[in-house]
């Protein structure tokens, strides 16, 4: 089991913070059994000292706060930015020997100091191991200042919740059957990029200019365009079973995953080909849809995509008459 | 191969260039006062700091020195050689041993660091250095040593601890960023104000380990040993210009009592040698009881009115004579037992090098103590002659002392350095050189009266003192230390005279100048350190913890009685009292309210009066609402303002978020608009 790179103990005392207060202990008997006021100077300072760190450590901490904030999609495994805000809210101490954890990072950050009142960002490339939701980050502040008796911890905040894709796995992408081979119901015809012309209109701001049918446009003496049908004509509904046996077994996971990054490859295949793609889980839903929105809105339910225990697990969504239901295995 | 826990990976060579040079100054610093206890040999701590050097020098380059295994274990085994060398034939002892040993693996922890634990080895070792340094130096300049290792090891620790989370070396700038300068002189300075408490509040169960050396020039030493005293030394003690002791007084009133403090009395002469009489033991007034006046009994009790209290720290006290003002009363010690003699001298046991004590005083007329006068055989004839010829006609005890006075006075010169004597000092003085310090008129004064058979005797002790550079105590330094003479003049006891020249009188109360003052601090901080650091134990703790209860007390007391003077004062004044201390209040916040507005830049002000407006206008606005939200929901409500409070949003929005500060006009445009709405509203 992996440890949490920040705990839920804001403190923690180091071996070099155990061995000091041994050291106390030795100092304090020998003071005591020799009355060496020397000793006891020492002693005293030493005390003092761990006071004056305890005071410090906590100020130096607790008086920075430390926000995260991804820029752009995350995806498992693959590099991240993430955008770290840090502000020392203190009025008159810097904030020093600052590091900043994160799993996605090789190791410690170091945070140069922040003057009193600074505020500043840093962007990080960090990578998170799996796909899922992360609303408390295993990521934040960690300092053994001032003289490295304890380690004390800060959790980064979240301005929201972070959304880690999965990561595609290229599969061939099986062909889809011709509509007519099911006998489903007829696709509305769609605009989109393929061959067939759908209809001709009067061009509008934004369309492409060398859809303009210039022989139409000479007649009608104003600008007219060729409106195309979309490439493909099938509604795709990807299914995956997240329904498991036993959802704790590491292999039944593990294929889990990978079907998942599986569906979310071809998803975005046939998305990218204009298609209309859709997704189904048990008691997960998306409708079929196209274009980047749907691209997210599918990689949105795969990553928030859970396993369930099979008995009593809830039933598929009902499909829609003609749409082509592709389960990923 | 073994299996179990992986080898912790080697240090990289960085980081351990990094580790020496975080730990090098501490290093350095750390065996320092080995070099005044002598607990360590010269030649080790320059071979030491020389090492610590080059290793430094080498990191410092980037190559830092790292000792193989083999060579180390080599030059390890051939210590432990050198070692019992030391002990079974150099005969070094412990300390210096154990501190050679010390020196020797710091040296080769720092020369080979392989793993992170190490650089914590060399650590350990380093503390125990400083354990050693610190337990063993009872000079007062431990204190500068205190200081300066806890400013250093700060700044090691703190390096240290930032060099924990780091696998390779991090960049130089990072360490030397760590900690700020303000930060860890603050944090040091924080830290020894709270080591002062501690300190005194750790349990103290046995006597103090090591007491501060007896920092006495021989003279001085001499001249204290109030059992003997000499005529040569006394000079050279009074040459000194070491604290003998603070006195404090509670009251000014009787400071003039307090400026002549006797130590002892002297009847037997010889040769220039002043002694005590021998006592029996039954002699011995033995103990001295809390409260017991220690003056005759025939001498009148101090005025009511004229008494007070003297606290005297006696830091040179090497045979446990007392210093004591005349008519002391209700002597109280810290330690030991007080025996008082017969001659008024006052003793204690035990071999403290430093003692505190109290008595009360009264503003009476000095007067000596007992009837043991010097016996009239043991006056040298030559002196016994010259007393013939000079008061030969006269029988008055008073007119003899006045003719001695008046003779030494005008005819004798006062001097720290008497030209040196063959023979009786005091007839030398007399008859040849004319020229002397106290101890030699006080002698010559003495020993006259008795020739001319007034009971007559010597008195030791100080005269005057300064005002303390620290406190407002008085300082009594060696050059106060003084002599004088008891001589019973008309029967009813000893009468307390001084034949010194006014030229030879310590000065009763000097006020120093600061320079002056500058240069006797260091002389208090020694006194102090070896007071109420050094000699700090258990009864001084109890006396602490008494002084603190006291001092508790007499703050509950205060309390109570404001209390009691508010229930007596009159009601109105009451009132009147309660509304000021109200406004005091109120000034106090309206002030800091606004200084903190003064801080807010003038449209960000005039926003926040254009938000009040609004919700004066349209009830509560809640912090969500943004600046041109803001202004729009004025418009509706109140058209006639649209255009400045539009004007005022977008002021305040070029000057908060583009950072587009307003000139002077525009400042005055923004007011005069607020003005407006104000109006309006």
């Known amino acids: 089991m992996n440890h949490p790179l920040i705990p839920d103990w804001e403190i923690r005392i180091t071996n070099f913070g155990l061995g000091y207060i041994l050291m106390c202990l030795v100092v304090a008997i020998g003071a005591t059994n020799t009355g060496n006021n020397g000793l006891y100077v020492v002693l005293a300072g030493m005390l003092a000292a761990m006071v004056v760190s305890g005071v410090l450590s906590r100020r130096n901490v607790r008086g920075v706060s430390c926000a995260i904030e991804p820029i752009g999609e995350v995806v498992a495994t693959r590099p991240a930015a993430l955008k770290i805000t840090l502000e020392n809210h203190l009025r008159a101490t810097t904030a020093q020997a600052l590091f900043f954890l994160h799993e996605g990072l090789p190791g410690p950050l170091w945070i140069e100091p922040l003057k009193p009142g600074e505020k500043r960002q840093v962007v990080v490339e960090g990578v998170f191991a799996r796909r899922g939701v992360v609303r408390r980050p295993d990521a934040g502040l960690l300092s053994r200042f001032p003289i490295g008796l304890f380690r004390k911890y800060r959790r980064a905040s979240l301005g929201g919740e972070i959304l880690v894709y999965p990561l595609p796995e290229p599969t061939p992408m099986p062909e889809i059957p011709p509509e007519d081979a099911r006998g489903g119901r007829p696709h509305p015809r769609r605009r989109g990029g393929g061959f067939d012309i759908r209809t001709l209109r009067d061009f509008v701001p934004g369309d492409d200019p060398r859809d303009l049918h210039w022989k139409q446009s000479a007649r009608m003496r104003r600008w007219i365009v060729r409106e195309r049908d979309a490439e493909r004509d099938r509604v795709v509904v990807f299914v995956i079973d997240n329904g498991l046996s036993d959802p704790a077994d590491p292999a039944s996971l593990e294929a889990f995953e990978r079907a998942i990054s599986r569906c979310a490859a071809q998803a975005i295949l046939l998305l990218s080909r204009g298609g209309e793609a859709g997704f189904h889980a048990r008691g997960v839903k998306v409708p079929a849809s196209s274009g980047r929105g749907q691209r997210a809105r599918i990689l949105d339910a795969l990553a928030r995509l859970e396993p369930v225990a099979l008995q009593g697990a809830p039933p598929f969504p009902p499909l829609r008459r003609g749409d082509l239901r592709r389960v990923v295995t | ?681």
Not at chain 2, 50 to 75: I, T
Not at chain 2, 93 to 102: A, M, Y
Not at chain 2, 347 to 365: F, L
């Open chain 2, 1 to 681: 191969m073994s299996a179990g826990r992986p080898a912790p990976a080697e240090v990289p060579s960085g980081l351990r260039a990094a580790y020496v040079l975080a730990l090098a100054l501490p290093a350095v610093a750390a065996p320092l006062p080995l070099f005044w206890t002598d607990g360590a040999s010269p030649f080790a701590l320059a071979l030491y700091v020389a090492a610590v050097a080059l290793l430094w020098w080498r990191a410092r380059r980037g190559d830092p020195v790292r000792v193989s295994d083999g060579f180390l274990n080599v030059v390890g085994l051939s210590y432990f050689l050198f070692l019992a060398f030391e002990i079974a034939r150099l005969h070094h002892g412990l300390l210096r041993s154990v501190s050679h040993l010390l020196l020797f693996t710091a040296i080769a922890k720092l020369a080979s660091l392989k793993r992170p634990g190490e650089a914590r080895t060399a650590l350990l070792v380093l503390f125990l250095l400083t354990l050693a340094s610190a337990s063993s130096s009872t000079h007062v300049a431990s204190l500068l040593y205190f200081g300066a290792m806890a400013l250093m090891g700060f700044r090691a620790l703190c390096r240290l601890a930032v060099l924990a989370d780091f696998e390779e070396a991090p960049p130089e700038h990072i360490l030397r960023s760590v900690p700020t300068g303000g930060l860890a002189l603050t944090a040091v300075a924080v830290a020894a104000l709270l080591t002062v408490p501690l300190f005194y509040a750790l349990p103290r169960l046995r006597s103090p380990f090591a007491l501060g050396p007896a920092r006495l020039e021989e003279s001085l030493s001499t001249a204290l040993t109030a059992d003997r005293v000499d005529l040569e030394t006394f000079g050279a003690a009074k040459r000194s210009d070491r604290v003998i002791l603070s006195i404090d007084v509670d009251t000014p009133r009787i400071l003039g009592s307090v400026l002549r403090l006797r130590e002892s009395v002297f009847t037997v002469y010889r040769s220039g040698v002043w002694t005590r009489a021998p006592y029996a033991k039954s002699d011995l007034r033995r103990p001295v009881a809390p409260g017991e006046r220690l003056v005759p009994a025939w001498a009148p009790p101090p005025r009511r009115g004229a008494v007070g209290r003297v606290s005297i720290d006696l830091n040179l006290f090497t045979n446990g004579f007392l210093f004591l003002p005349y008519g002391a009363s209700g002597l109280r010690m810290e330690r030991g037992f007080p025996h008082g003699y017969p001659d008024g001298v006052v003793q204690v046991g035990g071999m403290r090098r430093s003692i505190r004590y109290g008595a009360t005083v009264g503003s009476g007329t000095p007067r000596g103590f007992g009837t043991s006068a010097i016996d009239p055989a043991l006056v040298p004839s030559e002196v016994r002659d010259y007393a013939l010829r000079l008061t030969g006609d006269l029988s008055e005890p008073a007119e003899i002392y006045r003719r001695i006075e008046e003779h030494l006075n005008a005819h004798f010169v006062y001097t720290l350095d008497p030209p040196p004597a063959s023979g009786d000092p005091v007839v030398h003085f007399l008859l040849r050189s004319k020229a002397g310090h106290c101890e030699y008129f006080a002698s010559a004064a003495a020993l006259m009266l008795t020739a001319r058979g007034v009971p007559a005797r010597l008195v030791t002790g100080s005269y005057g003192g300064e005002t303390g550079f620290l406190s407002r105590s008085i300082v009594v330094r060696g050059d106060n230390l003084h002599a004088w003479v008891e001589a019973d003049l008309d029967g009813t006891g000893f009468t307390v005279l001084d034949p010194t020249p006014a030229a030879g009188l310590p000065a009763a109360t000097r006020r120093v100048s600061w320079l002056t003052r500058l240069t006797s601090l260091g002389r208090e901080i020694e006194f102090f350190y070896d007071r109420r650091i050094l000699g700090f134990d258990s009864l001084d703790q109890a006396a602490v913890f008494d002084a603190a209860r006291q001092t508790m007390d007499s703050a509950a007391g205060a309390v109570s009685s404001w209390k009691q003077a508010w229930k007596d004062v009159p009601s109105a004044a009451g009132g009147w009292a309660l509304a000021a201390a109200a406004a005091a209040v109120f000034l106090f916040f309206g002030a800091d309210r606004w200084r903190r507005r003064q801080r807010l830049s003038a449209p960000t002000r005039a926003y926040l009066a254009l938000r009040r407006l609004a919700s004066r206008r349209l009830g509560d606005l809640p912090a969500s609402v943004p600046p041109a939200e803001v202004a729009r929901r004025i418009s509706q409500t109140l058209p006639t303002g649209s255009e400045d409070a539009e004007a005022i949003v977008r002021i305040y929005c070029a000057d908060a978020f583009g950072g587009v500060s307003p000139g002077s006009l525009q400042v005055r445009e923004l007011r005069e608009r607020l003005q407006r709405l104000r109006r309006a509203v």
